[in-house]
């Protein structure tokens, strides 16, 4: 699969969680994983 296709669906769903999580720290979570699966997919 294309690294931008898989980017595309993981921010989909990072999206939807980030939106209804009310926690400023959870939501610091949820961009450190978003930095971190962009990198290990070379983006």
Sequence with gaps: MMP???LDEYTFFW???RAIQ???DQQKR???E???FRKS???
């Design 4 to 6: 931008k296709t898989l």
């Design 15 to 17: 999206n939807i969680e």
């Design 34 to 36: 978003m930095a971190d």
């Design 41 to 43: 997919i070379g983006l």
């Design 30 to 32: 949820l961009d450190k």
């Design 22 to 24: 009310p926690v400023i």
